[in-house]
Nanobody, 122 residues
Framework: QVQLVESGGGLVQTGDSLRLSCAVS????????MGWFRQASGKEREFVAA????????VYVDSVQGRFTISRDNAKNTVDLQMNSLKPEDTAVYYC???????????????WGQGTQVTVSS
């Protein structure tokens, strides 16, 4: 069983930066692709970013390309999302996700965290 716990959310202003972190339990972290999703109030959950097991393959949704950076530390069992130049439309609950498949991680990952709220004020 894989457990994911997000941290780092909060209230910031437009243009600020925030770093989310996801701590993952289990001894096979390096075998999982990891991803971040978000869900704004009243909207469906959307894919934000994903990284494969060794960081050699990274993808972003167009709306965060160039502003967000996903990274992972396989020694620490963590995956981070550095968010720069935040906009009010980035306001959402952000979820960490894991799946053994780097294809499934972008659509229907098997494991999810509980989410952390990010609010960007204008």
């Amino acid at each position: 069983q894989v457990q994911l716990v997000e941290s780092g959310g909060g209230l910031v202003q437009t243009g600020d930066s925030l770093r989310l972190s996801c701590a993952v339990s289990g001894r096979t972290f390096s075998s999982y692709a990891m991803g971040w999703f978000r869900q704004a109030s009243g909207k469906e959950r959307e894919f934000v970013a994903a990284i494969n097991w060794n960081g050699g393959n990274i993808v972003y949704v167009d709306s965060v390309q160039g502003r967000f950076t996903i990274s992972r530390d396989n020694a620490k069992n963590t995956v981070d999302l550095q968010m720069n130049s935040l906009k009010p439309e980035d306001t959402a609950v952000y979820y960490c996700a894991a799946d053994r498949s780097r294809y499934a991680i972008k659509a229907s990952p098997r494991y999810w965290g509980q989410g952390t709220q990010v609010t960007v004020s204008s």
